[in-house]
Nanobody, 128 residues
């Protein structure tokens, strides 16, 4: 049984930092790409970052230079280091496991079939 569990969400002031974690089990973690998505109230779920099996990283324009995605295959854990947080980063953040080993050009589309397994989300609130 596949399980994907996020943690690390919190309330933080603008300009602050948080690190999200996502632990996955029941799948071959080091063979697949992993991604972070977020969804703000009333908005669609959007891609934040993707990391391939080989460690290539991709970011949404809105977070590039502030967020860093990484993975520890030995711990089957995905991370998202978020710095210089802004109020517009407020959202529920979701971890997703892909059926692919790479991040295709469409990686940021949450509705794509390759995003096979999802966590329940962790809430990040950034106050101004």
């Amino acid at each position: 049984q596949v399980q994907v569990v996020e943690s690390g969400g919190d309330l933080v002031q603008a300009g602050g930092s948080l690190r999200l974690s996502c632990t996955a089990s029941g799948l071959t973690f080091d063979d697949i790409a992993m991604g972070w998505f977020r969804q703000a109230p009333g908005k669609e779920r959007e891609g934040v970052s993707c990391i391939s099996r080989s460690g290539f990283t991709y970011y949404a324009d809105s977070v590039r230079g502030r967020f860093t995605i990484s993975r520890d295959n030995a711990k089957t854990t995905l991370y998202l280091q978020m710095n210089n947080l802004k109020p517009e980063d407020t959202a529920s953040y979701y971890c997703a496991a892909s059926s692919l080993s790479v991040c295709p050009g469409s990686w940021s589309s949450a509705w794509r079939n390759e995003w096979r397994y999802w966590g329940q989300g962790t809430v990040v609130t950034v106050s101004s």
